[in-house]
């Protein structure tokens, strides 16, 4: 009765306004009455096939008035929305896809304005993101591994939505940003940029797919546009980009020498220097990437539905944020992308997402070792030497170490102790790393100075003559190797100096 009532109400109300046009917004979604709803009875589930858009003019009024009426539309029959209307709802998710459709709904309702307002930001916004990552391709920071970024596509392709109600032409792809810092997030052109720093404190597949899922929801909720200054106009991007600029270089010289990651002299760039400081909370300002609370729990849900659909541990999110925030706590970081996540609002965000000791996954940690090794170079570099063993003994155990992951254990092991016991451990590393990769000719140097610190120079007078024989062999293909003709330098050098030391020590006579 209240159905056939409903519709003789719409029949009457032609009378008095004409549809102008109608808009149908497919979906595919479940969803069951948290309480009653219209004359939906509250725990009645229903199908959503899709949101009716009805643009109608009131024919009555002298001004012609156009006003919006919206239906959700399911099998049967047609519904009106009113205020608050989700709140009613209770999605059920079977596919990412059912997540980011019922998370997008609210843009149906979003005035056609506003919407072409968000368009023209948006658009802006992709130049000046692309504008930034031309600079980090140019400045050599993207880190290039195929296996891993087709590993992380793979699971990028399972999270990411497939269309967007909104209709927007961006697929999520993936940049790898080799630095050490803790970095990740979406740009507005739906770049995906994650750092090898990050990427390193993770330590399962599911981690990782919280991770991805929480940026990318920040991407698909559009809340860089949300955040984005109104006052920034397109006529002023490549005035920010002088103006910050202007003051890069000092900053870049100095990310380089406290990072120990770009030793290349000369190297002080905007691509370096947006990645740490001052200069990249502008950034992120400008492109509308610094999150509030509000919007960082709204992340944090989706992600936690996205692992229960995958049918992964819930509180790998908590875990991979617990990982984060004692790697800055360890080291001292000031990470602007989690610039959100300091005392105590990532401790209770932590708590909030459940218990964050999910157990390492080593294939996850297998998959990731020239990450490991990348960045235990960069912690080694700066001076971070319990970093560095703690990232290349992670690789041993899991039995993917490199030749270079037993050398900087051995360098690092020098750094930190100088006893009998380290330095033999330390001898023993680098046969590891000759037995890995015998054509590794950093092992057959490293070699060379264990034995100089075990002080035992007749077996590294022998060393250097062997390694001396190994580089002029290599000469002889590549004349032109700078490298190779400052090794050999050092090698002759050497032995002029233990020789000379064997001597010193030979004429000094005890009394």
Partial sequence: MKKFFLIIIFIFSLFRIHAQHIQVYKTDLSATLLKKYEWLEKDTSIKISGIIREIVIDSLSHQQNTYNIYYICTDNFWVPITDKWKENFAFEYKTPQDIWDSETLEWIFIPPKKKNKYKEQRFEMEQDALDYIDRLKSNGLVYKDPYLENY????????????????????????????????????PNGTLIITTGLLSCLHSEDELIAILSHEIAHFVLDHQIQNVNKAISRKNRAAFWATLATGATAVAEGVAAANGNYNTPGLATLGVATLSGAIASEVIDWLGMKYNHKQENEADAIAKNMLAIFQRDTNALSSALNHIQQTINEEGLDDIYFDSFTHPALIERIHKLGDPQTLPDPDFER??????????????????????IDLVSQNMENHVATSEDYILKAYCLFALYNSAQSNEEALSLIHSAKAVDPTNIEAYKAEIVAYLRLDDKNTALRLLQEYESILTDMQQSDHSSYFIDTEISWCRNMQIKLNGMQVQQATIQPY
């Fill in 152 to 187: 992380i596509y793979g699971l990028i392709a399972k999270i990411a939505p497939t269309h967007y109600i909104d209709k927007r032409p961006y697929r999520v792809n993936l940049l790898i940003v080799d630095d050490s810092s803790l970095n990740a997030g979406v740009y």
């Fill in 367 to 388: 998959k990731i070792s020239f990450i490991i090794t990348n960045v235990a170079r960069k912690k080694y570099d700066s001076g971070r030497f319990t970093q560095a």
